[in-house]
């Protein structure tokens, strides 16, 4: 037992309650204290951290012991004191995390959040079972799928990856045995994991995603279904023909761009949603871009007991939701390593000191936000990044016309039409040839 005089001050924290008697939902803490990560409840304390005593009889102490561990399930069987500050007895509680996850007291799950206990969701019992007995959701078989309903193309392109990153060596030319070799199939039967990265027919976990002018005005608007390479490959299409570009000059020859965003940044933020999303939780992924900011929302709260706080440090340790499906991302070095993409996004953010980054749990996920400072919502389109984009393909590639212009943009020719009003109104391009066979150019300086 620690000296608990010394925490009173703090208030209550994650790991530290206030009960003024014993009741029933100091049991409930001390629930949420060993689905967590342990904690004390001292009986006898205002919520405001003031002694105010408690009344402690000769079997007071084990009468509560009885209480707890008649009343939760598994049994907790926690530390108890009693302590006499200047006249006032106090009761101190200790549990620690419990080893078989989750604890329940009359048939109801907590989880402590910072200074106070939330119900857990269905999805947080399962996720809890799961991680105590050391398993992942995505490792089991996914009922009613075969092999033939996998994709061989997507299983030896992810082969041919695989070997070439030298993470592992996996024999070509036989696609079922290099699954069963990194466990993607059991028994025959594809995993959760094997059907969402290599499905023929995917899985309908969507990322919903949109470029909006105001929070009730949506000016572009795309839900991508696919498997997991792909679909994060498609949605930072569309985030980068939405961002905007301005371009450099540093003495050299050529011109660099500069998004207005860190895009390596942007890049693992949406690939860890992907990766560690809930994918018990029915809800899609969610993007958000604004004039000012971009939001990436994921189903799932942190897995394994992490916290916010715990995700600021460089230091942090994660636990894996979805192991087999983080493992193939990091075979084909999308991932560098387990647990660091907080860490190289605040790298990416260091060049970026106009870009703040904010993460927050809310509403059943992970909100990872990117801010422009000093940028509102509702300035002029000219700083959408659409604009410049659309020059810079018309730049690279003249010739094109609107259809072919939204097709490499992954946009909407509506979306391509507007741009090239913007851009021949600054006479940066033109239009030649027939409607039907001709194709916009950049503008050749000096002409009209």
């Known amino acids: 037992m620690t000296n608990f005089l010394s925490q009173l001050p703090v208030g209550e924290t994650q790991r530290l309650e206030f009960k003024a008697s014993f009741d029933k939902a100091t049991i409930e803490s001390l ?61 101190e509680i200790d549990i620690q995390e419990f080893p078989v996850k989750p604890v329940s007291t009359k048939g109801r799950y907590y989880k402590r959040v910072a200074s106070s206990n939330h119900p857990l969701s ?48 996996l024999e070509e030319g036989d696609a079922m045995c290099a699954l069963q070799k990194l466990n993607y199939l059991k028994n025959g039967q ?39 390479f792909e679909v994060v490959e498609q949605s930072m299409k569309f985030i980068v023909s939405h961002i905007a570009v301005a371009f450099e000059f540093d003495g050299s020859v050529q011109r660099k761009e500069r998004f207005a965003y860190p895009l390596p940044a942007i890049r693992e933020a949406l690939i860890n949603a992907v990766v560690h999303r809930s994918y018990t939780d029915p809800n899609d992924i969610q993007i958000k871009i604004f004039d000012n900011k971009i939001s990436i929302f994921s189903p799932g709260t942190f897995y394994g007991g992490l916290t916010v706080a715990e995700i600021q440090q460089d230091s942090y340790r994660s636990s894996l939701r979805n192991k087999l499906v983080a493992e193939g991302f990091y075979l084909i070095n999308v991932i560098e390593k387990y647990g660091s993409g907080f860490v190289r996004i605040r790298r990416a953010m260091a060049e970026y000191p106009e870009v703040r980054f904010s993460i927050e749990e809310a509403q059943g996920g992970v909100w990872a936000v990117f801010e422009l400072e000093g940028v509102t919502e509702g300035i002029t389109e000219g700083v959408n990044g659409g604009v ?38 600054q006479q940066a391009i033109e239009f030649r040839g027939a409607p039907k066979t001709g194709g916009y150019h950049p503008k050749q300086q000096g002409t009209t």
Do not use: C
């Open 31 to 91: 629930v949420a204290f060993a689905n967590a990560r342990g904690g004390k409840v001292l009986v006898g304390v205002s919520d405001a951290g003031k002694i105010i005593g408690t009344t402690v009889g000769k079997e007071t102490l084990n009468e509560w012991l009885v209480q707890i561990k008649s009343a939760t399930s598994p049994s907790l069987i926690p530390d108890i004191a009693l302590h006499q500050v200047d006249g006032k007895q106090v009761v």
């Open 388 to 425: 410049s984009l659309l020059l810079t393909h018309i730049q690279k590639e003249p010739g094109l016309r609107a259809p072919m212009l939204a097709a490499k943009m992954n946009t909407s020719v509506k979306n391509i039409e507007r741009w090239l009003k913007q851009l021949k109104g």
């Open 190 to 228: 594809p995993t959760w994991a094997a059907v969402l990265l290599f499905a023929q027919e995917p899985l309908r976990h969507n990322i919903h995603i949109g470029r909006f002018k105001t929070p009730s005005t949506i000016i572009d608007d795309r839900q991508f279904t696919d498997t997991l």
């Open 122 to 169: 269905a999805g947080e019992i399962a996720d809890l079972y799961l991680q105590s007995l050391q398993l992942s959701w995505d490792a089991y078989e996914a009922p009613g799928y075969t092999f033939v309903q996998l994709s061989t193309a997507k299983i030896e392109r992810f082969i041919r990856l695989v070997n070439q990153h030298g993470r592992f060596t």
